[in-house]
């Protein structure tokens, strides 16, 4: 809405003036008709006025813009400016002093044309780069700045703001010869307009295709569990490569991503398999390391048992009341040895005192 403000307010100072062109003459012509003849003075008089009108008022707008420059720390606009300036309001004052409106009147209509388009506006976003003759003369720094017209100045706008690239879907051969489809995404800004501007056609689609041949490159030299498992490292050596790159540009790459990685479906079914298999393998590990411990305990409770003599008796009669807490259930009770031996015993010692 600022640009537009300026720009509706030239043509209704225009159609005033030319109003009061108009008017001045019609005033003229009334004087000549009423008195019957010409009355050369009065007429002089009025133009000599609506010249000095003209005047005034380019006098004061040049002023404006004057200031306009000033602001905008331009030196060589201001430069310039002042000394068509001074040119404009000599030519001005000639031909005002001579009556001459329509001269004043094709001037003033030259400022209106010439002036407007020297203001350009930056936003606090941008960066302009001022280009004088096709050489670069400066950057335009946010706010009002002013540049001289007629194609002499030119402003190209450079975007300051992070910028988001989409990397297309590249197919890609691993290390270990595994085809595989990546895609990505690419986070940079421009930290230098003028690199960005002078140093590369169009640093967009250059960091875009940069970024194409880079995530292949790279990719392409680890193997495919690298690529699942060092997801966060690849990116950072991804990041590291392409700012490398592109910093003669003016471009700062902040950060890389990979999104997503697609297997075959061949090379899915495999993988699958190997997960399978792998975490049978955990399995049987596992079990195995377990009764390898409960063999371990039970060989350190046997020992612990074995020291005493009614531990085996205190073991098997505990054995025999879990037995018993079953019901329909058959007893097997054994008997120790030593109690036969005492049996055997004793009817040896019957049988000799019997004799």
Known sequence: MKNKRPREFFPKLALIIALAVVA????????????????????????????????????????IWLILAYMSKQRGTLAVLAVFTLTWGAVGTWRASAGDVISLFVLFILLWVTLPPMLKIVNQYQRAVLLRFGKFAGILEPGLNVILPWGIDRAMYIDLRTTTIDVPRQDIITKDNVPVSVDAVVYFFVFDPKLALLAVQDFRQATTLLAQTMLRSVLGSHELDEMLTQREKLNEVLRNDLDKATDPWGVRVTGVEIKAVDLPEGMKRAMAKQAEAERERRAKIIAAEGEYQASEKIAQAAEVIGKTKVGVMLRMLQTLNDIAAEKNSTIIFPLPMEILRYFNKAGDFGDEASS
Do not use: D
């Open 24 to 63: 001045g003459n019609l005033k003229a012509i009334s004087v000549f008709l009423g008195t019957g003849g010409v009355n050369m003075n009065e007429v002089l008089g009025m133009l000599g006025n609506i010249s000095y009108v003209l005047l005034g008022l380019g006098l004061l707008w040049l002023v």
